[in-house]
């Protein structure tokens, strides 16, 4: 990973989970691996009365908590880069404590004009913060090397009109190369490693298409149910809160074609074009290749309506209508109160035309190349060899990789890979504003359908079993209903 830049990044919603648990500790990691600027600061912001030591001291509190390896004098090291202003983000006459404080970081510090916001806050607060920052002038810069970015936490938006009403809010007030909205998912190594497995070898990239795959599944579950996200996972559910941006962004890693060159924008252009190929859902379609469903017990959830419809499961069928995927199905899985926390892409490889062997597999999985992404980040490959001993009898094998293997290595966490990019201007794992219209135009009719049909096509399971029966109906020709 290369080294940034010296600038400076502001944190909105400096006082809450986000900020605790993810950005202070990855900051942290990538300081104590010399990949912060040697000119850096980090300024908290919120409404919370802290001054910068109050702030300093939770902050080593919360670095302390997330399981880090801590160095007494790294940490202290650390600390010295971090500071806080306390305003109220929602007044834009409350913006002149900021922008002081801002200006006497720079002087203080000899950084350059170049912050990044972070927008660790509420969705709500996705349009008033940049309209504040526009209205005081901190938008923009004067200085010829100098820039501004802006760092959008998902939920982009809840539907298709209200991410493009975002988008739009957004691009009236920061140019699009400016705007990086985030998926943590696509921070993980073993995600970015997608891209490496394909185009970097030549065992892989020649069977990858139509003739060689019979199927694609990409999933993530969990173990746990909502918790204390009753609120929030009201407004979202499933489709939302995995389908539309996790899941997706994977399947597109998977399906897309090889960028030329190997940059940002032609990368970012080939996960477009996957969204753009997907085929679209009839009603009788979303019926038949789409169940959704609820864990027993989520109605009694804290912040839950006693008769809500929300699913905490989805499994559904998608196709991709271009020449390499034509006919293959990708199974997009997730849901929550499951027997396993994983998250996966398996490659299901078509079946030899003919059985030779005593106990051949058979079947569309009998070859199989399962990337893992969480948890044990791994990648391994199924397939048939021969059982020791006279004939040729046949047992299904693996062969696996770990990246726990490489101990001289450190694994970057997702959210490391991702402000070090943001800090480089490294937009490749962020989402770009016609990708994400893209994927809402799939999704948005599902979710105004299940919005009509309400708990008709509703199904329920029971927590810790794999997610409710009839997720097997789907898996049939996606074009066969005659409606």
């Known amino acids: 990973m290369e080294k940034a830049n ?112 972070y927008l660790a806050t509420p969705p709500v607060m996705y349009e008033v913060i940049p309209t504040c920052l526009a209205e005081n002038g901190m938008n923009t810069t004067d200085t010829p090397e100098g820039w501004r970015r802006l760092i959008v936490e998902k939920p982009f938006g809840t539907d298709l009109e209200s991410a493009r009403k975002l988008n739009k809010h957004l691009l009236n007030i920061f140019d699009e190369h400016e705007i990086y909205r985030i998926d943590h998912y696509l921070g993980k190594e073993t995600v970015q490693n997608i891209l490496v497995l394909r185009f970097s070898n030549g065992i892989f990239e020649p069977l990858w298409n139509r003739n060689y795959i019979d199927s694609v599944e990409i999933s993530a579950t969990e173990t746990i149910g909502v918790e204390n996200r009753g609120r929030y996972y009201e407004e979202a559910g499933a489709l939302r809160d995995m389908i539309q941006n996790h899941l997706m962004q994977l399947m597109a890693f998977t399906a897309m074609e090889p960028p030329s060159p190997f940059d940002p924008e032609p990368i970012r252009d080939e996960v477009v074009k996957v969204f753009r190929s997907l085929h679209p859902y009839s009603t009788c379609d979303m019926d038949k290749h789409i169940v959704r469903a609820q864990y027993e017990g989520y109605r009694q959830e804290k912040n839950v309506a006693a008769d809500s419809n929300t699913e905490t499961y989805v499994a559904m069928e998608m196709r991709i209508d271009n020449w390499r995927w034509s006919g293959v199905p990708f199974y997009l899985f997730t849901g929550k109160k499951l027997p396993e926390k994983t998250s996966e892409i398996v490659i299901n490889f078509k079946a030899t035309p003919h059985q030779l062997f005593i106990g051949q597999c058979g079947g569309s999985s009998c070859n199989r190349l399962i990337i ?58 962020y989402s770009r504003s016609d990708a994400l219209e893209a994927s809402w135009t799939i999704i948005d009719p599902i979710i105004k359908h299940w919005k009509e049909e309400g708990s008709n096509n509703l199904f329920y399971y029971k927590s810790g079993e794999d997610g409710p029966m009839e997720k097997y109906q789907i898996g049939e020709n996606l074009n066969s209903c005659p409606c």
């Open 6 to 117: 010296d600038q400076l990044l502001v944190i909105f919603g400096a006082s809450g989970d986000l900020t605790a648990r993810k950005l202070l500790p990855a900051l942290f990691n990538l300081h104590i691996r010399n990949l912060l600027p040697e000119h850096f600061g980090i300024l908290g912001a919120a409404r919370s009365a802290f001054t910068d030591e109050e702030f300093r001291t939770a902050a080593l509190e919360h670095i302390k908590l997330s399981g880090n390896q801590v160095d007494e004098k790294a940490l202290n090291s650390f600390v010295e880069h971090i500071f806080y202003v306390a305003f109220d983000s929602t007044n834009p006459a409350d913006y002149c404590k900021l922008k002081e404080k801002i200006s006497l970081l720079q002087n203080k510090l000899q950084l350059p004009d170049k912050i990044i916001y």
């Open 372 to 429: 893992r992404i969480q948890p044990n980040e791994s990648i391994s490959m199924r397939f048939g060899l021969k059982k020791p001993g006279a004939g040729f009898n046949v047992r299904q094998v693996g062969m696996d990789f770990r990246y726990d293997s490489l101990s001289e290595d450190h694994l970057p966490e997702a959210y490391e890979r991702l402000l070090e990019d943001a800090m480089l201007g490294d937009s490749t794992l």
